[in-house]
């Protein structure tokens, strides 16, 4: 069974920079379509950013310009470049992969506050 696990979470100040990786185990995501979705604090779970099996990506408006979404295939393993950081983008932030209706995954988290 494949598992995905994040990592690179943290504090960091406003303006500042961090990375997120979401390695996976148990087996390949490289034909699935990934995502990074992000849950603040009594809000819903929104999607971030995606990226499909060919390398088109997309972004939410609030992250355009900002946070780019790559995947590497060799690593096996989805990545997040989150740029310029706001108070506004603190939130735990979540990889998904899913191939068909029956496969979808989740990672269990990882927490970004962005506060001075």
């Known amino acids: 069974q494949v598992q995905l696990v994040e990592s690179g979470g943290g504090l960091v100040q406003p303006g500042g920079s961090l990375r997120l990786s979401c390695a996976a185990s148990?087996?390949?995501?490289?034909?699935?379509?990934k995502h990074w979705y992000r849950q603040a604090p009594g809000m819903q779970r929104e999607l971030v950013a995606g990226i499909t099996p060919g390398g088109s990506t997309t972004y939410a408006d609030s992250v355009k310009g900002r946070f780019t979404i790559s995947a590497d295939n060799d690593k096996n393993t989805l990545f997040l470049q989150m740029n310029d950081l706001q108070p506004e983008d603190t939130a735990v932030y979540y990889c998904?992969?899913?191939?068909?209706?029956?496969?979808?995954?989740w990672g269990q988290g990882t927490l970004v506050t962005v506060s001075s």
């Open positions: 998904n992969a899913v191939l068909g209706i029956r496969n979808i995954l």
């Open positions: 148990g087996g390949k995501i490289e034909s699935y379509t």
